[in-house]
């Protein structure tokens, strides 16, 4: 089979894909937003993940939102979001939207696969009726589906696309063994073929699940030690001296994985008579962090006679992550929220975050580093721990009296943390 790959969304999943297929195979990166083309085209991308080196190495990918240019390839790869709604329940839009492109489009034997993270089951019974609807084609007759599923780490140079171990799957074992040969094509390490679309879907959601109830395990540790005047990273250290203990660490969970996939298996459990006792748990107690956050320096700043109303806050960092651009579901949003609504005065400096995509999505407007003024704020929170910071000598910036809050520890134990 001569493969002609299209890639379909072209976010921090899609565009490495894209970039790797590229150099080995004929293959068409499409996504529907135009600016997005257009920056491409130029070798820009500003997710931060792909150099213009690795632009002009991959000699055989183009880049388009003209649906029609793809019709002709045989291979088409699905990476597009999959959040969640307001009341934490599975978006499936952008899946719906582009399975229903791809279906306007799709021929007899052609492979359809997914990336984006659903909850087991879904590529079969939400993404297959469509595909077969609008083709009118049918399902492992005349078309076939895989799905391997995503691992990207934004921010990670050292565990890219293509030095990671990879799921892969398909509709059936022929499909499966194409999957899994064309995945093991562009890889480093290698694949890990497992028996059906469903079992790497489960994969997938529990990855995040796992580490989501892990961090809130820690979480609760942290609240708890504080009350005892214990400092937390001080007893992790310690319990990690053992061999078999697991190194977490506490702090915000959010981003566009850990955050909301533990709501799609929950969501699957729900529609199947089951309510989970722990998943959710851990969810609620995650979503707490902010405000426990809050509580944290409100209280602080209390004690040093400085009232939130009204009081100077300069946060550091605003991505759901250090050393990322990506500032979706990032919780220390909702960190400046709260503060905000206490009235108190924040100036935000992240040097990672893309200006724009804050302040069309948070109504946030970032400050340059040359108007972070000395000696001016009541309290500094370094939010994200972003390599850069640790360059910066926040007391410069603070008074006298003043607060600093290093929620991940980034400076070590020099100032109060979680």
């Not at 055989?60 to 597009?80: E, G, M, W």
């Not at 895989?146 to 990670?156: A, C, H, L, T």
């Not at 580490?211 to 937390?232: G, Q």
Request: hydrophobic share 35%; proline share 4%; glycine share 6%.
């Amino acid at each position: 089979m001569k493969y002609k790959i299209a890639i379909i969304g072209l976010g921090y999943v899609g565009l490495p894909l894209a970039i790797e297929f590229g150099r080995k195979y004929s293959t068409i990166g499409y996504d529907i937003k135009e600016k997005r083309i257009k920056d491409l085209n130029n070798e820009l991308d500003n997710t931060g993940e792909i150099s213009k080196e690795q632009f002009q190495l991959s000699n055989k990918l183009i880049f388009t939102s003209d649906l029609n240019r793809i019709a002709n390839c045989n291979i088409f790869i699905i990476s597009v979001p999959t959040p969640i709604s307001s009341d934490n329940k599975p978006n499936l839009k952008f899946l719906y939207n582009s399975t229903s492109e791809i279906a306007s489009i799709l021929k007899k034997n052609d492979i359809v696969i997914y990336e984006s993270t659903v909850y087991p089951g879904c590529t079969e019974e939400e993404c297959v009726p469509i595909l077969e609807k609008i083709s009118g084609l049918k399902f492992n007759v005349d078309f076939y589906c895989g799905y391997s599923p995503e691992r990207i780490n934004p921010g990670d140079k050292d565990k890219t696309l293509i030095n990671i171990i990879k799921v892969t799957s398909g509709s059936n074992p022929k499909t499966a063994a194409i999957v899994d040969k064309l995945y093991n094509s562009i890889l480093n390490k290698r694949t890990y073929p497992v028996s059906s679309m469903k079992v790497a879907e489960a994969s997938k959601i529990i990855e995040n699940c796992q580490r989501d109830i892990n961090i809130a395990f820690v979480n609760e540790l942290s609240i708890l030690f504080n009350l005892m005047d214990i400092d937390t990273k001080e007893v992790l250290d310690a319990a990690g001296s053992k061999w078999n203990f697991l190194p977490f660490k506490p702090g915000l969970v959010g981003g566009h994985c850990i955050g909301v996939d533990p709501y799609y298996l929950t969501y699957k459990a729900q529609q199947l008579g089951y309510n989970s006792k722990i998943i959710l748990s851990g969810r609620k107690l995650n979503d707490y962090m902010p405000q426990y956050v809050c509580e944290r320096i409100s209280k602080s700043l209390k004690n040093k006679k400085i009232k939130v109303k009204k009081s100077k806050i300069l946060l550091l960092g605003i991505t759901f992550k250090e050393n990322c651009t990506d500032s979706r579901n990032s919780k220390i949003v909702d960190i400046y929220n709260i503060l905000r609504n206490q009235n108190a005065t924040i100036d935000v400096y992240d040097p990672y975050a893309i200006k724009k995509e804050v302040n069309k999505y948070f109504n946030i407007d970032l400050i340059k580093f040359n108007a972070i003024k000395k000696n001016n704020y009541d309290c500094i929170i370094i939010g994200v721990a972003h390599k850069y910071f640790k360059t910066i000598n926040v007391e410069k910036y603070a008074k006298k009296k003043s607060l600093i809050f290093d929620i991940k520890g980034l400076y070590g134990g020099k100032y109060e943390r979680l």
